[in-house]
């Protein structure tokens, strides 16, 4: 059974102060890791897709990379406007499986 | 640019009635699908379709049909609502060659609750 387990579940960071998100996982055949971002009553925005060990995708503050077994979501000098909770998930060969998410809180 | 909507946005019901949970989108998405995200749980796979009249069920599928009749519409329905069906639910697109990528269009979210 494919696994996602992110951490930590909530982050409180101020701004400014860089920091990243985990997202351990563990499924049969890797067809691709997806990061999504969440905001309070919104649906999940699509953010990055990473496809193998080494593969590193940026967005604005955001960077994406990828190993074997974990993704990190690296948040460089993070603004309030990044607060959002964020998703992580794993496509194998049949199934989309998505993690619980972190929390992600910056204060100015 | 609408995308993926849904409606409505907040129901209530009380346990034994039935609902549709409407969903549409305009971007000529062959890939559909349908999730609930609970507290302290990832989102789940309730249903899902690869294309005007191709359904088939995901991780939690009980309780719940679907049906679609055209590239742009997949309604969720509830036959009996259950107080376990409390929840928010989510309504996905994609285009079909992106389906096994996870790169989904969501819609902002129906939240359902069952007295």
């Known amino acids: 059974e494919d696994q996602v387990t992110q951490s930590p579940e909530a982050l409180r960071l101020q701004e400014g102060e860089s920091s990243s998100l985990n997202c351990s996982y563990t499924v049969s055949g890797l067809r691709g890791l997806f990061w999504y971002r969440q905001d309070p009553g919104k649906g999940p925005e699509f953010l990055f897709t990473?496809?193998?060990a080494g593969e590193e995708k940026e967005k604005e503050r955001l960077k994406a990379t990828l190993t074997k077994k974990e993704s990190f979501l690296h948040i460089t000098a993070p603004k309030p406007e990044d607060s959002a909770t964020y998703l992580c998930?794993?496509?194998?060969?049949?199934?989309?499986?998505f993690g619980k998410g972190t929390m992600l809180l910056v204060s100015p | 640019n609408a995308g993926v909507t849904q409606t409505p946005k907040f129901q209530v019901l009380k346990t034994g009635q039935s609902m549709t949970l409407q969903c549409a989108q305009d971007m000529n998405h062959e890939y559909m699908s349908w999730y609930r995200q609970d507290p302290g749980m990832g989102l789940r796979l309730i249903h899902y379709?690869?294309?005007?009249?191709?359904?088939d069920q995901g991780e939690v599928p009980n309780g719940y049909n679907v049906s679609r009749s055209t590239t742009e519409d997949f309604p969720l329905r509830l036959l009996s609502a259950a107080p376990s069906q409390t929840s928010v639910y989510f309504c996905?697109?994609?285009?079909?060659?992106?389906?096994?990528?996870?790169?989904?269009?969501f819609g902002e979210g129906s939240r359902l609750t069952v007295l």
């Open positions: 379709s690869v294309g005007a009249g191709i359904t």
């Open positions: 996905a697109s994609s285009r079909r060659l992106a389906a096994n990528t996870g790169e989904l269009f």
């Open positions: 998930a794993v496509q194998g060969y049949s199934t989309l499986t």
């Open positions: 990473l496809y193998s």
